[in-house]
């Protein structure tokens, strides 16, 4: 993997969201858009607000990088910009690397602007701080991002491609324990969960939330999440096509 392509690589993908007012807005407005309904949800119960908000701060992220890098890579392979790439000095891992990085710096922005919100207007409270959340925020969205580049190698059409939603996006959301503790699950969902790297991220965050200070279990988390985050990333570079038939 040479670094100088793979910076280039995540400046042009930077240049192209810039003009993409629409995927600008979904990864910028949504997140926070939908914080605000969950504060008007939870108005009366602020403490249940407090552990809903601080999970979905990671979910959000992760959720809509998804969807747009899915997308996004499939529209490269099947408008032919992926082949002509391809067969300039640019590699398989350098591309992916690149979207990772291009997606992981508009991560630290779509979290920035959402955790200012939750804490500054929304009135999100947690024991530990809003940079730790921020952090383990972009962590999911990056997780996000690696996971859309390895499913979209298996999506011809961008309905395909969100298909797979339902497929790797909600069993995660379902078992990550934001609806029922992992502790109250079935043995063998318990065991699902223990493999899905979003569980992981969910109980970062909490920690976080219950925590003043990072715990030695935020971090084995977090390091879960990132490790993840690399497999699927070569797990990608090995299935990405040129070229969708």
Partial sequence: MNPRITL???????????????????????????????????????RAFDRVALTMLGIFPFVVMFLVTSIAMLRERTSGTLERLLTTPLGRLDLLFGY?????????VQAAVAAGAAYLLLGLETAGSAALVALIAVADAVLGV???????AFARTEFQAVQF????????????????ARDDMAGWLGAVSDALPLTYAVEALLEV????????????????VLAATLLALVLAATTLRRRTA
């Fill in 209 to 224: 939330g219950a925590h003043p200070d990072a715990t030695g279990t935020m971090w084995r988390d977090v390091t879960v």
């Fill in 8 to 46: 280039a690589t995540a400046g042009r993908i930077l240049r192209q969201l810039r003009h993409d007012r629409r995927t600008v807005a979904l990864l910028v407005v949504v997140p926070t858009a939908l914080l605000a309904l969950l504060h008007f949800m939870y108005e009366d119960q602020p």
């Fill in 100 to 108: 990772g990085l291009a997606f992981g710096l508009a991560a630290a």
């Fill in 146 to 152: 690696a996971l859309g580049l390895f499913c979209s």
């Fill in 165 to 180: 939603m339902p497929v790797v996006v909600a069993p995660q959301l379902l078992l990550c324990g934001l609806f029922v």
